[in-house]
């Protein structure tokens, strides 16, 4: 990326002072031809898959300037540790990762909880944390000035989806939410959306992890009557609720935040996924027109993969994590990448993104999109 925003050089300029030349080259991560990142993530089971496809994302960007020599003459290199989402594992991994492999900042990183409860360790270290993933907007607040996301937040999604169907004239929405703190949060955010509007979901629900009461859930949003329904369901359950809720008699329009996988749901119901809109916070990895995308579909191209919203967000984080590391320059520390990060802004893909330190998202970017019944996604 050759781009360079004013305000961030002269940010990275202002930490020059931070540490000689010689406490740089002791800081952990920043070692001789090399700088490491940390990742506590969930990569296995169903809820893994995602995030293979985003670490794939990550690593195709990462590859590609390794091979041009990295960083200020350092290859980049991310260890990953599965947390299974849990927060205690994760902050054992927070600590394995920052205390001994001695990161330099943490990438790619997933989970509310696990977020949160890592928050202190963040900044107890000086560390900062890029690309989140699945981070509802509190957890992202009590790691705010350390952890810094390149999504727009879960307020946001609520807000445009609402605007959507009030535009259309939708009144009675209905809203399916995962049944756990994050999805209470969607809940309370898709409300608070609605209520700014004068009004209010006529009917929610939470579904259980294992999905073993989606017939009921169906069941008794489908006796609302809702005209359209705003998911926040993850893996198989978007199209387990769709086939329910019809089941039940009710046909409603269906609306997702991006948690929700139009490709699961796609290969699932095939035609009858048709019309499912969701929110996505990145922009159409198909496009062929931006540089930054050309530059993802030579990289696809090169691994002989097909373009994604999953890895296209793995690729834009590590664009914005690559450009942190170069504007932190070669006497690269933690304080220093942390304190360019806090003042970072820059243009990729289209989207501009403003990394200060009280903001939660670094974008607003979000764009609605539906999904066909082979699993493409149309505009």
């Not at 900044?123 to 989140?132: E, F, I, K, L, R």
């Not at 929405?173 to 209010?200: C, F, Q, R, W, Y």
Request: net charge positive; proline share 4%; aromatic share 6%.
């Amino acid at each position: 990326m050759n781009r360079r925003d004013v305000l961030g050089v002269l940010g990275a300029a202002g930490v020059a002072g931070y540490a000689p030349a010689a406490a740089a080259a002791a800081e952990p991560g920043a070692a001789a031809g090399e700088v490491v990142l940390g990742q506590s993530a969930i990569i296995t089971g169903p809820l893994g898959a995602p995030i293979k496809a985003l670490n794939a994302g990550a690593q195709m960007a990462f590859d590609a300037v390794n091979a041009q020599g990295g960083v200020h003459g350092r290859r980049i290199r991310v260890v990953t540790l599965d947390d299974e989402l849990a927060p205690p594992k994760a902050v054992e991994n927070y600590r394995k990762l920052l205390d001994e492999r001695g990161v330099v900042a943490m990438f790619g990183c997933v989970g509310s909880g696990t977020t949160a409860a890592a928050a202190k360790l963040l900044q107890d270290h000086g560390c900062a944390s890029v690309g989140g993933f699945a981070v509802a907007d509190s957890a992202r607040a009590k790691a705010a000035g350390h952890a810094f996301f390149v999504r727009a937040s879960t307020g946001r999604e609520a807000e445009v989806l609402v605007r959507q169907l009030d535009t259309i004239g939708i009144t009675r929405i209905a809203v399916a939410h995962l049944d756990n703190p994050g999805g209470a949060e969607a809940l309370a955010l898709v409300t608070k959306a609605m209520t700014s509007m004068g009004a209010k979901p006529i009917a929610s629900g939470g579904l259980k992890g294992d999905g073993s009461n989606v017939d009921q859930l169906g069941k008794d949003l489908a006796a609302q009557q809702p005209q359209a329904v705003i998911m926040y369901l993850a893996g198989r359950g978007p199209a387990d609720l769709m086939s329910a809720m019809r089941k039940a008699g009710s046909n409603p329009m269906f609306y997702g935040m991006s948690i929700v996988a139009g490709e699961v749901v796609a290969k699932m119901l095939g035609e009858k996924a048709r019309g499912l809109a969701i929110a996505q916070v990145v922009p159409y990895p198909w496009s062929s027109v931006d540089p930054d995308l050309q530059a993802y579909h030579r990289a696809l191209q090169q691994a002989k993969v097909e373009p994604s919203y999953y890895s296209a967000e793995g690729w834009l984080n590590a664009q914005v994590m690559i450009e942190g590391l170069r504007r932190a320059g070669r006497e690269l520390t933690r304080a220093r990448l942390l304190a360019v990060m806090r003042t970072l802004k820059m243009r990729l893909a289209g989207v501009d993104l403003d990394f200060n330190a009280g903001n939660i998202a670094a974008s607003r970017f979000v764009e609605l999109v539906q999904v066909r019944y082979d699993g493409k996604f149309v505009r």
